[in-house]
């Protein structure tokens, strides 16, 4: 079964970005974000009312779940789409989310104190350097630096979230966990998507001319079901069940998919980057073929 969740997770993911482009159309960065966020929410509480999990929450965990809803949920949601509609291309950005494995194996070793395999060590250090090497060959897009850098913060965000899932919520439900994310991530956004104001101060208004209403709308409504709540849910229990960096390579499998998708939108894809691909590909076959062993969980939340 985890490798069933590998490869759903691994499909939505990919073409999440081209959804994203395409709510972009008449929807704002964080409009888009907050949607997903609150929809995905609301579709797994009303699968929570027929498959109850009551838990009462301390005050620590409420503060866990708060950080980990925006670093790992509201932040990456809101930059996504921002710097894909500022830079007009998605399958490159969806390639910098293949830094996860590596950001996830270093921030495992100070709140897990797991140190990697060399298994591990040689899979995620040969993924990154066939995704550089892709990287570098469309660096020549005049795409601007401090969007690059924007962009980057995404794959340690979610690193560093779901490591910090591991660490402290181990011991929670995972259907419980993936809806207050959701809805905690959601609902701090949701005051600057009544504030124009503040939206426009930070250049997250929506598009000048919104068009291709229906369209948006339908891409926002699967992303929110499918690509946000069902989606994370299942990687949440790949995270606790399997740990942060099995699950966290999922996200070697969706550049590849982000690129081709981009091939879809005409957006150019060179030789050089597939065989980054093939060098991905390879490299998350190495890691992960007959690495979905359950790893002992908490029992107890651990200490805070």
Not at 37 to 44: F, S
Not at 162 to 189: E, Q, R, S
Request: charged content about 10%; proline content about 8%; glycine content about 8%.
């Amino acid at each position: 079964m985890p490798y069933l969740s590998f490869l759903f997770i691994c499909a939505v993911w990919g073409a999440s970005f081209i959804l994203m482009e395409r709510a972009s159309h008449a929807l704002g960065p964080v409009a888009i974000a907050t949607s997903r966020l609150l929809g995905g929410a609301l579709v797994l509480a009303v699968y929570r009312w027929f498959n109850p999990q009551r838990m009462k929450l301390s005050l620590a965990a409420w503060g866990h779940i708060l950080l980990v809803a925006l670093l790992a949920n509201a932040l990456p949601f809101v930059i996504q789409p921002y710097v894909m509609t500022q830079a007009g291309e998605h399958g490159y950005f969806g390639m910098m989310v293949a830094l996860v494995p590596l950001a996830t194996m270093m921030a495992s070793i100070p709140m897990l104190g797991i140190w990697p395999s060399r298994r591990q060590l040689f899979g995620v250090l040969g993924g990154i350097a066939c995704l550089a090497a892709a990287v570098y060959d469309v660096s020549n897009r005049g795409i601007p630096p401090g969007l690059l850098a924007l962009a980057l913060s995404v794959p340690l965000s979610y690193a560093i979230g779901n490591t910090y899932i591991k660490w402290k919520l181990d011991h929670m439900p995972p259907l419980v966990l993936t809806i207050n994310f959701l809805a905690v991530g959601g609902l701090l956004l949701l005051p600057l998507q009544f504030s124009p104001t503040a939206l426009a101060a930070m250049h997250l208004e929506g598009p000048a001319l919104p068009h291709d209403w229906t369209l948006a709308i339908a891409s926002v409504a699967f992303l929110s079901v499918v690509g946000t709540g069902i989606a994370i849910l299942l990687f949440i229990q790949l995270v606790k069940h399997q740990g942060p960096l099995f699950a966290g390579m999922v996200t070697y499998v969706v550049p590849v998919l982000a690129l081709f998708w981009g091939q879809y939108d005409n957006e150019r894809l060179t030789g050089t980057q597939l065989l980054a691909i093939g060098g991905v590909l390879a490299m998350v076959a190495f890691v992960q073929w007959g690495a979905a062993e359950p790893i002992p969980s908490t029992l107890e939340p651990l200490p805070d």
